[in-house]
């Protein structure tokens, strides 16, 4: 099993450019979730899945998009990318409501 | 909602002895879990040891253990016979029923030789 990956590594964006942020986990979980990681906070929530489909907003969903279509994939989009969504992303994935979350390795993105 | 604070942005210790990190958290949920994540210079985030709020014993792991005082809302992880491989931020986190995970903003910790 790969377990959660996710593309590209690293990402340079200018303001105002889109993109989309990939995942996928090969462990057939039902949930997964995107994160932001920025200095001195921890990691934040912004949309989970708890299946193909069915998708929330978690705590800092603004300028991002989400759909699961599959349960391998979860992809995040930024339509219009700001400097202030500079940060580390990360994907996790889970079997249920009460399993521990596996995370992916992470994309670091810069917004100039 | 949830809330977990690590109240110590970074801490050192030598290698072989022993180091406390701290968290506090709150939650209106009797039902919850509770987590420790090391996040080494890689940016991997590894889990490190769960603790079940229903469970009165504390969770080891080789030389990883918890104090879970769910009175007092506090979670801190012992790190025994430390190691240079143990230098990496350390997430506290909470979780309620649905799996959304709260983090703490993380305790640097350094092992020096």
């Known amino acids: 099993n790969a377990g959660v990956t996710q593309t590209p590594k690293f990402q340079v964006l200018k303001t105002g450019q889109s993109m989309t942020l990939q995942c996928a986990q090969d462990m057939n979980h039902e949930y997964m979730s995107w994160y932001r990681q920025d200095p001195g906070m921890g990691l934040r929530l912004i949309h989970y899945s708890v299946g193909a489909g069915i998708t929330d907003q978690g705590e800092v969903p603004n300028g991002y998009n989400v759909s699961r279509s599959t349960t391998e994939d979860f992809p995040l989009r930024l339509l219009s990318a700001a400097p202030s969504q500079t940060s580390v992303y990360f994907c996790a994935s889970t079997m249920d409501s009460t399993d521990t979350q596996y995370f992916g390795p992470g994309t670091r993105l810069t917004v100039l | 909602a949830q809330t977990v604070t690590q109240s110590q942005p970074e801490m050192s210790v030598q290698e072989a002895e022993t180091v406390t990190l701290s968290c506090t958290y709150d939650t209106s949920e009797n039902n919850y879990y509770l987590f420790w994540y090391k996040q080494p210079p890689s940016r991997q985030m590894i889990l490190v040891i769960r603790q079940e709020a229903y469970k009165q014993q504390n969770a080891t792991e080789n030389r990883f253990s918890v104090n879970f005082q769910k009175a007092a809302k506090s979670f801190s992880l012992k790190i025994s016979d430390s190691q240079l491989g143990d230098t990496a931020m350390y997430f506290c986190?909470?979780?309620?029923?649905?799996?959304?995970?709260?983090f703490g903003a993380g305790t640097i910790l350094r092992v020096k030789s």
């Open positions: 986190a909470s979780m309620e029923y649905g799996n959304k995970l709260v």
